[in-house]
């Protein structure tokens, strides 16, 4: 109990995840179809700045922090589940306790979808998975 005062819980959803997803719903990410074990999961300080959790994610998974864009998984009113916006430079110096509280207070943990380009993001918004 003690613990959730301290870490917030990430799931992050790879290139490599979302090519195998079948359907238009995100949700689905959370269906037995996809075993937890398959979906990276992280434990992370709140008070852990957004931009090292972004480097500990891009060491982790042997990528450049600037090849990396995290996406927001919103519910919407009818349940499902989609991508809407891109965590930006602004984001960097947040803790991901703020991170949490601006993008997604209504979910006790942080789903965010991890887009990988081949060269470091300058600030445009295009979803290259």
Known sequence: MEERQ??????????DVFERHQGFDLANFDNPKYPLSEIPHFKVLKNETYGAF????????????EQIRFWVFIIRENYTVRLDTPLTANFLPMTMEKVHKK???????????MEVTDSPIDGK?????
Request: charged share 15%; proline share 3%.
């Open 6 to 15: 301290f870490f917030l819980s990430i799931k992050i959803i790879t290139p």
């Open 54 to 65: 972004k480097s500990m994610v891009a060491q982790k998974f042997g990528i450049l922090a």
């Open 103 to 113: 993008i997604s207070v209504k979910q006790n943990n942080l789903r965010l979808n």
């Open 125 to 129: 918004v295009v979803l290259s998975i």
